[in-house]
């Protein structure tokens, strides 16, 4: 980082030149000061021209050694001898022998000496796994396979999803027509769990919006969960004939595709949900104590680890208020076993990460953001707070491994050095001797040792390409593995990229912008600038971390100044900066950008005429907003699969951050780049999927209809058959779209044949 300014590297040569020189002919300044005033000045004046001239000549020498990349590595991102491959790693063999692959071989690395000795087939060889059941949908109807062996368990038309082996290896559970079974495999016997399943109805078969937003996309619609005994099975029942349907509609055919989604949104009434209990071989189910009639959620349930209750996730409908109660499977009696309110928001967890259980039953470890910044707490078996772990204006990111024996965690952090980067720590159960264990001003990516002795990180920064380091826990660099810096890196001219902090203007928050810069950069020109962006709460894309592609160094030597922001919500700043974005969506983000902005203009020769910005589904939805309300800053804009009112959003997702409309009028009207469609004055493309299920193209239309009224132009694609992002031909033919509007607003002439697939 330069502080705020740009310094053309050949004046960075020359000064350093400069000074080296001085100092070491430091001893003929005597000479000079012996000389009469004239003589002395007139010496001083020829020496130093000749100086110049020899450090003139030495950094046009420097430069023309340095080689342009070629059309390899442009269009096929080849940067062999620029960069090379980093070792892959094996696995671990224990905790203190490490395989690594380099070069084509295997090698063993010895972690208490660092010697390197070439793996032998023993040292390849892995213990053989007990076979393990697996269970598939082939053909429509259920498989499953044990001992080499395979069974189909069904043979019937039914709609079939989600087959899941019990812990045990003796069931298979799964979802026929929205009703849940299992089949005893011993037995070779099918059994019907539910029995009330239908269109509206759905039992261990997850509703659109618990699946978008409370248990996630990964779950595939599942919403059972087998205890760890194998025992019983817990699933969510669903009712959602309360629901709204929205219609989606596409081309295809003689009278068009139409396909119809339960979909809530802002205000709507949401499924009714039930969480029961039942057993694999069948009988009554067991209702937990809630009444589906209560507008409530119900986030991803956690089994104790014996089995004997089951931890349900409970929040009401305005998410500020998470609580978890133990459930029995006998009866369904509930008690509460965590309560946590915030003046905002409760996020619900959709990975099961909220609680790690220690394996000798001592407790566990939750995660909270309730300080305002993320951290680890140990409580015991029956729900109770010990002590906290972590705690500090810092944010961590996952839990790596938890050494019970010794009473100390291992775990990742955003720095606390710098917000960019992600480093690797430790701290006793007990929350204290916290110490950092990555070393240098590097983000870290990290393998640790099965018994955390020691840990391979693979670290880089925007301007040092990745390398690959053995360390142990005791911070002691064992063995460096790698460096993908290739031989010929430094005979390159490649476009430089840092990370830039923008104070904010309230002076709270260094912003952070990852930036690369144009390839020999004229201070006598300006540059327009394309920013790419996500921007939602919490989903920051900036981080200090190498990065050298094809298209970035392309666009960097055609004169773009590329850019990537984060702003104060964005989780940088902890919950505490996402909590900005409470009933305000939009603001704080185009508030935080447009200071970036305007940095880029005074600092960065960025030229105001040309500000583009560019993102997909919440980017999308601040490219509209940037070319409607901050259209003073922003001038061109690329938007795909846009919110542009977010009153035409899912329930969940929305009023976990605007409220209802009923206590937030203003806010919403605020928010919608529909509402300042009339200060739209650039250029703005609009992108959208026909059938996209999750960003409705209603979003689209609602905005180019008001842009219409308004006698604004923009452009407009849409891509039958596209839901929320597509591939293909019409992929394909969206990059292109892109390239070509780049081209002619931004770099203003014909876009290369090269770069048009």
Not at 530 to 556: C, E, K, R
Request: charged fraction near 20%.
């Amino acid at each position: 980082m330069l502080n705020g300014c740009l310094v053309d590297s050949h004046f960075l040569f020359q000064h350093n030149s400069i000074h080296q020189f001085r100092q070491a002919h430091s001893s003929k300044t005597s000479i000079l000061a012996a000389q009469s005033p004239n003589q002395s000045n007139m010496l001083r004046t020829l020496k130093q021209a000749a100086l110049w001239a020899v450090v003139l000549m030495a950094g046009l020498t420097v430069q023309a050694q340095k080689k342009d990349l070629g059309n390899d590595q442009y269009f096929k991102s080849n940067f062999k001898g620029i960069t090379q491959a980093l070792p892959t790693v094996n696995r671990w063999i224990d905790d203190s022998h490490l395989l690594l692959r380099r070069d084509g071989k295997n090698y063993v690395i010895d972690c208490k000496t660092g010697t390197e000795t070439e793996a032998t087939e023993a040292d390849m060889k892995v213990e053989p796994k007990p076979d393990k059941t697996t269970a598939y949908l082939k053909a429509g109807d259920v498989y499953a396979k044990f001992g080499g062996t395979e069974m189909q368990l069904t043979s019937d038309k039914s709609k079939k999803a989600n087959p899941t082996v019990s812990p045990d290896g003796n069931y298979v559970a799964y979802t026929k027509d929205n009703d849940l079974y299992s089949y005893n495999l011993a037995a070779k016997k099918e059994t019907r769990l539910t029995s009330d399943g239908s269109e509206t109805i759905l039992n261990g078969y997850a509703s659109w919006v618990y699946m978008e937003e409370i248990l996630g996309r990964q779950t595939q619609y599942r919403a059972f969960w087998w205890s760890p005994d194998s025992k019983h099975i817990a699933f969510f029942h669903s009712d959602e004939s309360q629901v709204p349907v929205f219609t989606i509609t596409d081309a295809p055919g003689l009278h068009g595709v139409v396909e119809k989604e339960r979909y809530p949104k802002v205000g709507d009434p949401n499924p009714e949900v039930k969480v029961g209990v039942v057993k694999p071989d069948g009988g009554n189910v067991v209702w937990a104590d809630f009444n589906p009639k209560d507008d409530q959620y119900f986030g991803l349930p956690y089994w104790m680890p014996d089995g004997s209750s089951l931890l349900v996730q409970w929040m009401n409908r305005l998410q500020d208020n998470l609580i978890i109660y133990e459930v029995s499977t006998t009866n369904g009696s509930k008690r509460e076993f965590y309560n946590e309110k915030q003046k905002t928001w409760v996020d619900l967890d959709d990975g099961g990460d909220r609680i790690h259980f220690m394996e000798n039953n001592t407790g566990f470890i939750l995660f909270s953001d309730a300080t305002g910044w993320k951290h680890m707490y140990f409580y015991d078996m029956k729900g109770k707070l010990v002590n906290a772990i972590t705690s500090g204006k810092f944010t961590v990111t996952d839990l790596t491994y938890v050494d019970e024996k010794k009473g100390i965690v291992y775990f990742m952090a955003r720095s606390l050095e710098n917000t960019a980067r992600n480093d690797f720590y430790r701290v006793n159960i007990n929350g204290k001797n916290m110490e950092r264990l990555t070393m240098g001003e590097y983000n870290n990516n990290i393998n640790l040792s099965p018994g955390g002795s020691y840990f391979v990180t693979t670290y880089s920064n925007a301007s040092t390409p990745p390398r690959m380091t053995l360390i142990s826990s005791k911070r002691k660099i064992v063995k460096e593995l790698g460096d993908s810096k290739g031989p010929e890196f430094d005979n390159y001219n490649i476009a430089k990229t840092e990370l830039v902090r923008v104070k904010s203007d309230d002076g709270l928050y260094d912003l952070p912008m990852k930036v690369t810069w144009p390839l020999n950069m004229d201070k006598t020109k300006k540059y327009p600038v394309l920013i790419s962006i996500y921007g939602g709460p919490n989903a920051g894309t900036v981080m200090d971390t190498w990065s050298l592609g094809g298209n970035q160094q392309w666009y960097a030597k055609e004169g773009l100044i590329q850019v990537s922001m984060d702003h104060r919500a964005s989780g940088h700043f902890g919950k505490e900066g996402v909590n900005y974005m409470y009933h305000n969506l939009g603001y704080w983000e185009m508030k935080d950008y447009s200071t970036m902005v305007k940095w880029l203009i005074a600092n960065g020769n960025a030229d105001p005429a040309k500000i583009c910005i560019t993102g997909f589904s919440y980017g999308g939805y601040m490219s509209c907003y940037a070319l409607t309300y901050g259209s003073d800053v922003f001038t061109h804009g690329m938007a795909g699969g846009s919110v542009t009112d977010w009153t035409l959003y899912d329930s969940h997702y929305t009023e976990r951050y605007m409220g209802t409309q009923a206590n937030n009028a203003e806010g919403y009207k605020n928010s919608s780049a529909v509402t300042h469609a009339d200060k739209y004055k650039g250029v703005l493309q609009i992108v959208h999927g026909m059938i996209d299920d999750n960003v409705h193209m209603q979003n689209s239309i609602l905005l180019i209809s008001k842009l219409q009224d308004l006698k604004k132009d923009f452009e407009f694609m849409p891509y039958s058959g596209g839901r929320h992002g597509w591939g293909g031909n019409k992929g394909i033919h969206f990059q292109n779209l892109k390239t070509k509007f780049i081209y002619k607003y931004l770099l203003e002439k014909d876009a290369p044949k090269e770069l048009i697939r």
